[in-house]
């Protein structure tokens, strides 16, 4: 097994330091749209949004997350650890809504019990193809208090915390094209606090369905 990489203590362990960030609203939701098939109503539903909501929503949460980890062209090649992180990230509980992870929490040890059933679950709904391996992920125990810990008898997780995330990004869409009548293409600048120098773009792919979204690939724009 490979040691967890620097990034995944980070996450796992630190809540973010970084304060939250400002996003430029376009006035017409459909003002960079390239293409026009038929679609779907939950696509239809997506681009009633604004575009400041579309990339808050769909890609500014999980490049601060994940940044450079979460880039691929099929989900089947995203490692473990990565797709780890996204669970933990994706099942937060955004402000005033209802804390999902709770059911995981077990009073007795004060730790996370997740089973890898219900991570599977999580992932598929949001990737296409997805590979999970649980051995793939190193234990984690150290002086900060954080604990991770695969437990191959029961086939789940325990862990100290399932959060930690924090911080802001300063996106602004680039474009937005509709691929067919499921799937939308979001291309996203990262800007400096100022918008004023792009630092880095990226491509979200990403198709709609009954049950929500799922990410398709996610690429460096170069």
């Known amino acids: 097994m490979r040691k967890v990489s620097y990034i995944f ?3 796992l362990v630190t809540a973010g330091l970084l304060s939250g960030c400002a996003r430029k609203d376009s006035p017409d939701p459909e003002a960079n749209l390239t293409s026009a098939p038929a679609m779907t109503q939950s696509l239809k539903q997506a681009l009633k949004l604004s575009d400041a909501e579309l990339v808050e929503k769909y890609c500014s949460g999980i490049d601060l997350v994940l940044a450079d980890n979460l880039l691929f062209a099929q989900a089947k090649d995203i490692p473990a650890e990565t797709l780890y992180i996204f669970f933990c990230y994706i099942t937060g509980s955004p402000e005033g809504s209802e804390n999902i992870q709770e059911k995981w929490y077990n009073k007795t040890d004060d730790k996370y019990h997740v089973p890898v059933a219900d991570i599977e679950e999580v992932l598929n709904r949001y990737f296409d193809g997805v590979v999970f391996d649980p051995t793939e992920i190193e234990e984690v125990n150290n002086e900060t208090g954080a604990y991770l810990h ?3 008898k029961t086939k789940e ?7 930690g995330f924090g911080g802001g990004r300063f996106p602004k869409l680039a474009a937005k094209e509709q691929l067919s009548d499921d799937t939308l293409k979001l291309t996203v600048d990262y800007y400096d606090p100022e918008y004023k120098n792009v630092f880095y773009t990226k491509a979200y792919t990403i198709r709609f ?8 690939s996610i690429k460096m724009v170069v």
């Open 9 to 11: 203590f980070i996450m």
């Open 209 to 216: 369905t009954e049950e929500g979204y799922q990410y398709l």
């Open 150 to 152: 695969y437990d191959t």
């Open 157 to 163: 997780f325990i862990a100290s915390g399932l959060g």
